[in-house]
């Protein structure tokens, strides 16, 4: 046991103990927290001043369960603006949605985008480059053939997967930039723009925020998190990273603020058949699930549409390749890598507020 | 052995049983991780009901044809059993902690840990 967990263990009760014992409020203490039921109204102390108690907006939405959190006056409106922000999004961006800009452009090949579509549609295709194909939007028709869509799933044959492949050069979009004009040019190619669009719905709600003067809260997108400024009483959030374990909670515990913090795991969705996993992150080079030797893969960024992007195209390439591209973009983002020996890789940047007491861990540096 | 020091003994064991048991008594009651916890579940956003996490039991949610079955064992909560494609939310493991969820997507039902000690304050997965 080191020193840092001999604390909370025992002195940090020792010490809330004696704040219970000398009566101070929940209100003033910041380790009990108040649980407010999903979807309720903010509540302002009688001073008016911003309150502990936190609006919540929680639902179901692009095929995830989400939970919008605010603090400050006017946190209860926000959190509804909130939901009907990413009731919205989902309608525009949605390949589940016949009458959304991405089905209709699935379906006739060209259409002419709205700026934000556009503008989202943009930076996919600049992930693909800068992952070295690694994320690529185009693979939908290989996932609606593995059955990670309808949730039918079966091993499509060998022939099937190449001949879904030949399909999936983004180079084959023309995009013009001024009119927004778009137009695939291998006409059997669709996208979707799932793999980004809960990092971009969490940046455009940590947005929507900021403009209502909101200085403190989360969202979480399916596990896509997302932290605004501190907690209120200025401590940083605690984000646990999601363990892949049926006997661990965690990963470990990573404690921010003001960063999107995204986890991609072949653990989440997958299904078994002739006693062999196929999990649900495919690996555009082959079109089978990513194979590289990567668990999980968490990473931190105050580009959330970035963290979403890196988080799937990291994993596909494994850790070594990984590790060499954070060290060409360690200005962007942190990492946290867990590899099939149970090994976390760690990022300097975020060493230190990074905490596992279950697995070993490496610092990496530059 | 004589009696004296059979009596000393038992002290010896007595004292080191209250300590023990005074020091996971503490654990628990500070710490408040197999006791105290809570288990939420709503079925689309209705409060379906909550549960003690420190009495093992197994609860079927029903809603219509949708039908969760979980089981809560040692502090802990799994779902054992359900009848929505893809098994997603069987699969997911156990939850004990604050902030901890277990989702079924397609049924709509959300298992959620609340409680006094909050461990995180989100999950990213
Ligand atoms: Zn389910």
């Known amino acids: ?366 | 052995m004589s009696g004296f020091k059979i009596i000393k003994r038992a002290d010896i064991i007595l004292i080191a049983a209250i300590v023990v048991a005074g020091i996971w008594l503490s654990a628990v009651l500070i710490l408040g991780k197999s006791e105290g916890q809570t288990l939420r579940v709503t079925v689309d956003g209705k409060l379906y009901g909550t549960y003690n996490t420190s009495i093992d039991s197994t609860v079927t949610v029903s809603n219509g044809e949708d039908l969760n079955t979980f089981e809560i064992k040692n502090g802990r909560v799994d779902m054992v059993n359900a009848n929505c494609p893809g098994f997603d939310c069987v699969h997911e493991h156990s939850i004990g902690k604050h902030g901890e969820t277990i989702v079924c997507l397609p049924h709509k039902v959300v298992l959620e840990i609340t409680g006094n000690e909050k461990e995180v304050d989100a999950v990213a997965r």
């Open chain 1, 1 to 366: 046991m080191n020193t840092k967990r001999f604390f909370i263990t025992f002195t940090l009760p020792v010490f809330t103990g004696c704040m219970i014992i000398t009566g101070c409020t929940a209100k003033n203490n910041p380790d009990v927290p108040e649980t407010v039921a999903a979807g309720s109204t903010a509540v302002l102390n009688e001073k008016n001043t911003v309150s502990a108690i936190p609006a919540e907006a929680a639902f179901f939405a692009m095929d995830t369960f989400m939970t919008l959190t605010a603090y400050g006056e006017n946190a209860a409106a926000v959190v509804q603006e909130g939901e009907s922000l990413v009731n919205d999004i989902e309608n525009r961006l949605s390949t589940e949605i016949e009458t959304s800009a991405v089905s209709k452009l699935n379906k006739e090949k060209t259409a002419v985008l709205d700026d934000d579509t556009a503008h989202l549609l943009e930076q996919a295709m600049e992930a693909w480059q800068l992952t070295d194909g690694a994320f690529n939007i185009s693979l939908y028709p290989l996932l609606k053939e593995w059955g990670f869509i309808s949730q039918n799933y079966k091993v499509p044959s060998a022939d099937t997967i190449n001949d879904i492949l030949e399909n999936t050069d983004l180079s084959e979009i023309s995009f013009d930039k001024k009119t927004n004009e778009i137009e695939f040019e291998n006409k059997a190619m669709e996208i979707d723009l799932g793999g980004i669009a809960k990092g971009y719905t969490s940046d455009a709600l940590i947005k929507l925020f900021k403009d209502k003067g909101i200085a403190s809260g989360m969202v979480n997108l399916g596990g896509n998190v997302q932290l605004l400024g501190t907690k209120p009483d200025g401590s940083l959030w605690r984000v646990g990273i999601s363990s892949p374990y049926e006997n661990t909670d965690f990963i470990g515990i990573l404690t921010a603020s003001d960063v999107a913090v995204i986890t991609s795991g072949g653990y989440e969705r997958n299904f078994k058949q002739d006693g062999r996993y196929y999990h649900h992150i495919m690996d555009p080079a082959t079109g089978y699930p990513a194979d590289k030797g990567l668990i999980s893969v968490t990473v931190i960024s105050k580009d959330a549409i970035m963290a979403d992007a890196l988080s799937t195209a990291l994993y596909v390439m494994g850790r070594d390749k990984a590790l060499d591209f954070w060290k060409s973009h360690s200005n962007d983002f942190e990492t946290i890598l867990m590899d099939d020996t149970d090994m976390l890789y760690v990022t300097e940047g975020i060493s230190e507020s990074f905490t596992s007491d279950t697995f070993s861990t490496t610092v990496v540096r530059k």
